[in-house]
T-cell receptor
Framework: GAVVSQHPSWVICKSGTSVKIECRSL??????MFWYRQFPKQSLMLMAT?????????EQGVEKDKFLINHASLTLSTLTVTSAHPEDSSFYIC?????????????FGEGSRLTVL | AQSVTQLDSQVPVFEEAPVELRCNYS??????LFWYVQYPNQGLQLLLK??????LVKGINGFEAEFNKSQTSFHLRKPSVHISDTAEYFC????????FGKGTRLSVIA
């Protein structure tokens, strides 16, 4: 299957700083990227959907100014957690779809664990 | 809107015994159905998926699932589990986006 690489795998930061997580599709062009958040022992919650070259669509309750998503190319999407606070500590996972909005074939990154002190 | 219910949050089972992880979904439109496995501190790995065609779907690691439209179910089964199958398993349904169930932790006991 296609490969999606997330970086960093682990990040620890101080409260108030910003953290950028990168999601790269290595061997395919990801027209659509989905960003998920997973709290310990819980399921994945969709945060936002981004199509290459367009603004991301955020799910209800997700602060777009806090979680900045950029999808400037077909192989790279980034999630920036701005002014991070301890409650933002979570496991963030991206997934890419080849066809625009196609959820029939998604490829997931390895996830990034963010810990905010 | 789509939703997924995984009826069991935890399933302990002895090694080499069969297992079934239950999943029910609701949707007003045709859906795709998936099972993913997640090992600790890792991303998701696709086990199998149902898009169309045969209702019995075979996946990796000896897992299979059966799509039952009348019962709106997509239960995951394996005839004989191994210690290495210990992980969190997520059922998911797709529509506009991929919606996950809350997960079932499969614990295989030696």
């Amino acid at each position: 299957g296609a490969v999606v690489s997330q970086h960093p795998s682990w990040v620890i930061c101080k409260s108030g700083t910003s953290v950028k997580i990168e999601c790269r599709s290595l061997d395919f062009q990801a027209t659509t990227m989905f960003w998920y958040r997973q709290f310990p022992k819980q399921s994945l919650m969709l945060m936002a959907t981004s199509n290459e070259g367009s603004k991301a669509t955020y799910e209800q309750g997700v602060e777009k100014d806090k979680f900045l998503i950029n999808h400037a190319s077909l192989t790279l999407s980034t999630l920036t957690v701005t002014s991070a606070h301890p409650e933002d500590s979570s496991f963030y996972i991206c997934s890419g779809a080849i066809a625009r909005g196609d959820t029939g074939e998604l490829f997931f990154g390895e996830g990034s664990r963010l810990t905010v002190l | 809107a789509q939703s997924v219910t995984q009826l069991d949050s935890q399933v302990p089972v002895f090694e080499e015994a069969p297992v079934e992880l239950r999943c029910n979904y609701s949707s007003s439109v045709s859906v795709y159905l998936f099972w993913y496995v997640q090992y600790p501190n890792q991303g998701l790995q696709l086990l199998l998926k149902y898009l169309s065609g045969s209702t019995l779907v075979k996946g990796i690691n000896g897992f299979e699932a059966e799509f039952n439209k009348s019962q709106t179910s997509f239960h995951l089964r394996k005839p004989s589990v191994h210690i290495s199958d210990t992980a969190e398993y997520f059922c998911a349904v797709s529509g506009v986006s991929l919606v996950f169930g809350k997960g079932t932790r499969l614990s295989v006991i030696a």
